[in-house]
């Protein structure tokens, strides 16, 4: 075995690894208890779905920054508390129509893991749901829950950015954290006005 191969295999499994342990926690938390039979079997269904399912190859040129990435995860549970009860809040409400947009929200990072997994925790955190990623251009695109003015829709994109940040600082190169110092780019044309009520970006 050459040793870019040995490198890109630890490198794969250093990405299975957040992935295992974040479905076996998904596991215990559908069926409600911590025990250690519940752990095991979690962890060896998720195994088996990384097994069944590989993951695509995903260069990891940057580095893991332990506190950067404390800082990621107290943030994105923060956000899932948060986020949960503005949702039950405009749910409750009834009698209310919410307005909810279609979003395309430009990337400053370059790094394909650094956009997959803020668009992964994008999608995770209530009231926002990933439609798209496109790597073409470094774009995604998000169904964001009650966005009654055009401030809201600053607001859901600022978030975004924020989330890429924390990513970028937690676990990428100098070079992207050097793009993410940058201020966000700007709109294209055809999508600096946001639709609503679920429509597509004109």
Not at 71 to 79: G, M, S
Not at 155 to 179: K, M, P, T, Y
């Amino acid at each position: 075995m050459s040793p870019d191969t040995s490198r890109r295999r630890q490198a794969r499994m250093a990405l299975e690894w957040p992935v295992i342990s974040w479905l076996t926690l998904v596991w215990v938390l559908l069926w409600g208890e911590f025990s250690v039979g519940n752990i095991l079997a979690g962890l060896a269904i998720s195994v088996a779905i990384i097994r069944v399912f590989p993951l695509p190859p995903i260069d990891f040129a940057g580095r893991v920054h332990p506190w950067r990435l404390a800082v990621l995860i107290y943030a994105f549970f923060r956000d899932l508390v948060l986020s949960s009860i503005q949702v039950a809040g405009v749910v409750l409400r009834f009698g209310h129509q919410p307005v909810n947009s279609v979003l395309v929200v430009p990337m400053r990072t370059r790094s394909e893991l650094a956009l997959m997994l803020t668009s992964e925790i994008v999608s995770l955190v209530p009231g926002s749901l990933l439609i798209e990623i496109a790597r073409e251009d470094w774009t995604i695109q998000i169904h964001v829950l009650e966005t009654l003015s055009l401030d809201d829709v600053e607001a859901a994109r600022q978030r975004v950015w924020a989330e890429e940040e924390r990513v970028v600082r937690a676990l990428g190169s100098a070079e992207d954290i050097a793009r993410i110092e940058q201020p966000p780019p700007a709109l294209p044309a055809h999508i600096r006005r946001a639709t609503t009520n679920g429509a597509e970006p004109t």
